[in-house]
């Protein structure tokens, strides 16, 4: 909000005490945005009450704390009590506010322990960040701030921390900590991994019914844009209506939109903006997820399917690899992967499952050894079929490998004779645009995965390797054989 005109001043000052006028007229002058009238008076209120009580003894709430009225879509946010919950969207919407509110929720709750993070102490302090944002909230009231462990603590006991988690030791400061709130602030910064460790920091508070939540505010764009995109329910057609939409094991997603907060002021808006590269910054105007960077072949949204492979059912199992023996070196700096692609196929829902990618940029005779090695570690009941090259060196390699797999259902399979790779990748990318290809929760090389089969471009050479696409247009192959022969039984 810019500095208001002299009426609208005049208009704010009639009434108060010369102090108040004095601290409102000093404002003004410093180009600071006025507080209304009735924040002023809160204020004046919160100051007088050091013990943080009421007048009947019950200790404030977070209304208490927090000078802002939520929006609609935040008051939606506050609402939920399930365990997980997103509000993601555009740029300005109100998110880190609501995720703020969020964690003040049950501070007049003796035990009660809230942490928000952000990936770096950078993040968290420099000037407008949640920090700042928080110490302007609460400096003056009954809360207590505790430098060394960035904490604020309230007359109940309550707590809210500030983290961040810049690499995996940050973790362990957490180590021994229990919340029954736990904040990511721009949560697609984050690997997914640090955001499922903190899930085992959640704790109920003994005899209460404090919910436990786990909460993310967030804008699209950033290192963790898929992991976000498939856990969350967020490209359902509630979601694109703007409403909130339920998920699986009910996580919950809130879109956040630029118009939901009136209280925006353009110039901070531009900064938040400034922090993010050029495709993101557009993503961020209309709080659009689906802008990607193109895909001519896979699009990044039809990987956007996520399953828990704890939950799957016993299902037939195939490791697909596709080999290259050559280790980077100064003539060759970026060489082909040796890519081992391990799924399961379900008859029944006519999903493929890829539960594991093994990678690999090492010599022939290490190749090998990788190949025999995962070949023990899937066990006797997974095929290993391996993409066969042309030529006698092609017939070679397989042979030698299947030799060194006695006992595993091992064979070379030639791709000549079924097209170039655009044409064998086809049916995969079919597959993948029905949905019916799923990737893991949780696994490092997902985004890898991801990357490639949207810069795949379908030529024989281009720029970017192809050798996960190779490995899954072969996997699609193997199964729609599979069934096509074994189809009365399926
Ligand atoms: N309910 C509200 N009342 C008053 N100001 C608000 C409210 N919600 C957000 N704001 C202000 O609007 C600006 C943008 O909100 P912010 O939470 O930073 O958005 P986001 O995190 O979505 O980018 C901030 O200055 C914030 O304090
Ligand atoms: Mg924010």
């Known amino acids: 909000m810019a500095v208001s005109s002299r009426d609208a001043l005049a208009g704010r000052v009639r009434g108060m005490s010369k102090a108040q006028r004095a601290v409102l007229l000093e404002l003004d002058r410093r180009g600071l945005r006025l507080p209304t009238r009735s924040e002023m008076v809160k204020r004046a209120k919160r100051r007088q009450t050091a013990s943080g009580r009421d007048e009947n003894g019950n200790f404030y709430d977070w209304r208490h704390y927090c000078p802002h009225e939520p929006t609609e879509k935040q008051a939606?946010?506050?609402?939920?009590?399930?365990?997980?919950?997103?509000?993601?969207?555009?740029?300005?919407?109100?998110?880190?506010?609501?995720?703020?509110?969020?964690?003040?929720?049950?501070?007049?709750?003796?035990?009660?322990?809230?942490?928000?993070?952000?990936?770096?102490?950078?993040?968290?302090?420099?000037?407008?960040?949640?920090?700042?944002?928080?110490?302007?909230?609460?400096?003056?009231?009954?809360?207590?701030?505790?430098?060394?462990?960035?904490?604020?603590?309230?007359?109940?006991?309550?707590?809210?921390?500030?983290?961040?988690l810049d690499c995996e030791k940050d973790k362990l400061n957490h180590q021994g900590a229990e919340y029954q709130f736990v904040g990511f602030d721009e949560l697609t910064q984050f690997p997914e991994k640090w955001y499922r460790y903190l899930f085992s920091r959640l704790r109920r508070l003994k005899g209460s019914k404090i919910p436990i939540r786990m909460r993310g505010a967030t804008n699209p764009g950033g290192v963790g844009h898929n992991?976000?995109?498939?856990?969350?329910?967020?490209?359902?057609?509630e979601a694109d209506a703007g409403r909130k939409s339920v998920g699986e094991r009910g996580r919950v997603f809130i879109p956040s939109k630029l118009e939901?907060?009136?209280?925006?002021?353009?110039?901070?808006?531009?900064?938040?903006?400034?922090?993010?590269?050029?495709?993101?910054?557009?993503?961020?105007r209309r709080g659009d997820w689906r802008i990607s960077s193109g895909g001519t072949v896979f699009k990044r949204e039809w990987f956007a399917g996520r399953f828990n492979p704890s939950d799957l059912p016993k299902l037939a199992t195939l490791r697909q690899w596709d080999l290259a023996g050559t280790e980077p070196g100064p003539t060759n700096t970026d060489p082909d992967f040796t890519r081992g692609l391990k799924s399961a196929y379900d008859p029944g829902k006519k999903i493929l499952y890829i539960l594991d990618l093994k990678s690999a940029r090492?010599?022939?005779?290490?190749?090998?050894?990788?190949?025999?090695?995962?070949?023990?570690?899937?066990?006797?009941?997974?095929?290993?079929?391996?993409?066969?090259?042309?030529?006698?060196?092609?017939?070679?390699?397989?042979?030698?490998?299947?030799?060194?797999?006695?006992?595993?259902?091992?064979?070379?399979?030639?791709?000549?004779?079924?097209?170039?790779?655009?044409?064998?990748?086809r049916p995969a990318s079919a597959q993948a645009e029905a949905g019916k290809i799923l990737l893991p929760e949780g696994a490092a090389w997902v985004s890898e995965f991801i990357d490639e089969m949207e810069a795949f471009d379908g030529s024989e050479n281009g720029g970017s390797h192809d050798d996960i696409v190779d490995t899954l247009s072969a996997t699609v192959d193997f199964w729609a054989t599979k069934r096509r022969h074994t189809a009365a039984s399926w």
């Open 227 to 237: 992991w976000v995109m498939g856990r969350f329910p967020i490209l359902t057609e």
């Open 260 to 284: 939901d907060n009136p209280h925006l002021d353009t110039e901070e808006y531009e900064e938040s903006l400034a922090e993010l590269d050029t495709v993101t910054r557009t993503q961020l």
């Open 76 to 164: 939606a946010f506050l609402a939920l009590e399930g365990r997980e919950a997103l509000f993601g969207g555009a740029a300005g919407g109100g998110k880190s506010d609501a995720l703020l509110m969020a964690a003040l929720q049950y501070v007049h709750i003796p035990g009660y322990a809230a942490i928000i993070f952000r990936r770096t102490y950078a993040d968290l302090s420099k000037p407008g960040a949640l920090l700042e944002r928080a110490h302007a909230w609460l400096d003056g009231t009954a809360a207590k701030w505790i430098d060394e462990t960035k904490t604020f603590r309230f007359p109940s006991g309550a707590t809210i921390s500030f983290g961040y």
């Open 362 to 425: 090492k010599t022939a005779g290490a190749v090998r050894d990788l190949v025999v090695a995962t070949a023990w570690e899937d066990g006797k009941t997974c095929p290993v079929r391996v993409e066969q090259e042309g030529g006698s060196s092609g017939k070679y390699v397989v042979e030698d490998l299947v030799g060194a797999l006695l006992g595993f259902d091992a064979k070379g399979v030639s791709v000549s004779g079924k097209g170039g790779k655009l044409l064998r990748a």
